[in-house]
T-cell receptor
Framework: GQSLEQPSEVTAVEGAIVQINCTYQTSGFYGLSWYQQHDGGAPTFLSY????GLEETGRFSSFLSRSDSYGYLLLQELQMKDSASYFCAVSTGGSYIPTFGRGTSLIVHP | KAGVTQTPRYLIKTRGQQVTLSCSPI?????VSWYQQTPGQGLQFLFEYFSETQRNKGNFPGRFSGRQFSNSRSEMNVSTLELGDSALYLCASSSDTSTDTQYFGPGTRLTVL
């Protein structure tokens, strides 16, 4: 089967940098995605990594190490609106559907 | 393009009843997936339909079923509702590329009393 581990909660202050880690165990790994979900809202896609390295999209970056079965989401210049849940999700070659982690609640303090 | 839509947005049922939820995917998307979200459990995958066929299935009892129509719209049915079925049910559509990006609808909040 597949399993993903990510911290349940992370807190940080406005303007800071925060890293949300995700480790996974799966066979036939294809890629790692990140989604953001605000309270009461729908999850929205943030990034996707299929190859090792860092992908940058504005204030958000995502990193993948396939050899370590590990990835992280890096949020820079934190803003209050970044307070949300962040889910990592792993895609495998055997399925077109990603498996989601339990999510990390990010709380940004002023 | 219009996003994924789900109806109804809120639903209250009693134990033993059944419920049908509806999802309209983004135009051109043929893959529709359903997820159950409860506090602390993250997104639990229910099933996925592609071109009117169930292609993937999660570990949920047979009380949970679904179908997809020729226009890619999908419905999910839960029979003999239990209190534990109270959750946010999310539908997501995908263009079925290698990135598997899921585009989620706003969800249906189901409360079972």
């Amino acid at each position: 089967g597949q399993s993903l581990e990510q911290p349940s909660e992370v807190t940080a202050v406005e303007g800071a940098i925060v890293q949300i880690n995700c480790t996974y165990q799966t066979s036939g790994f294809y890629g790692l995605s990140w989604y953001q979900q605000h309270d009461g809202g729908a999850p929205t896609f943030l990034s996707y990594n299929a190859l090792d390295g860092l992908e940058e999209t504005g204030r958000f970056s995502s990193f993948l190490s396939r050899s370590d079965s590990y990835g992280y989401l890096l949020l820079q210049e934190l803003q209050m609106k970044d307070s949300a849940s962040y889910f990592c999700a792993v895609s495998t070659g055997g399925s077109y559907i990603p498996t989601f982690g339990r999510g990390t609640s990010l709380i940004v303090h002023p | 393009k219009a996003g994924v839509t789900q109806t109804p947005r809120y639903l209250i049922k009693t134990r033993g009843q059944q419920v049908t939820l509806s999802c309209s995917p983004i135009s051109g998307h043929r893959s529709v997936s359903w997820y159950q979200q409860t506090p602390g459990q993250g997104l639990q995958f229910l099933f996925e339909y592609f071109s009117e066929t169930q292609r993937n299935k999660g570990n949920f009892p047979g009380r949970f079923s679904g179908r997809q129509f020729s226009n890619s719209r999908s419905e999910m049915n839960v029979s003999t509702l239990e209190l534990g079925d109270s959750a946010l049910y999310l539908c997501a559509s995908s263009s079925d590329t290698s990135t598997d990006t899921q585009y989620f609808g706003p969800g249906t909040r189901l409360t079972v009393l």
